[in-house]
């Protein structure tokens, strides 16, 4: 898995707390942003561990989910809860 300093837009991130680009970067933290770049970098590791299968998905597993999603698909599944637990859901099934 990549780390997650590697995800950050470091200017886009110090513009929005600080209000200017340069304030904040991956080797650099005033003490006033400490806690919040540390808790978007803890954020951000604890979403790639829990979401470490569906990174991994080969090829051959999109297609299986694929398969799968257009066997248990229905009009009534277009809301926004099934599409993000479909793919959580799509493991368990494998697992079996």
């Not at 898995?1 to 590697?6: I, N, S, T, V, W």
């Not at 599944?77 to 697992?95: E, G, S, V």
Request: glycine fraction near 2%.
């Amino acid at each position: 898995m990549r780390e997650p300093k590697d995800l950050i837009n470091w200017v886009e991130l110090s513009r929005f707390l600080a209000g200017n680009e340069t304030s904040v970067s991956r080797n650099r933290c005033p003490t006033n942003y400490q806690y919040k770049v540390i808790s978007l970098i803890k954020s951000i590791d604890r979403w790639g561990k829990e979401n470490e299968d569906n990174i991994k998905m080969t090829e051959q597993d999109l297609h299986d989910y694929n398969k799968w999603l257009t066997e248990v698909w229905s009009e009534q599944h277009t809301n926004i809860p099934f599409m993000i637990d479909a793919p959580k859901a799509f493991l368990k099934y494998r697992k079996k």
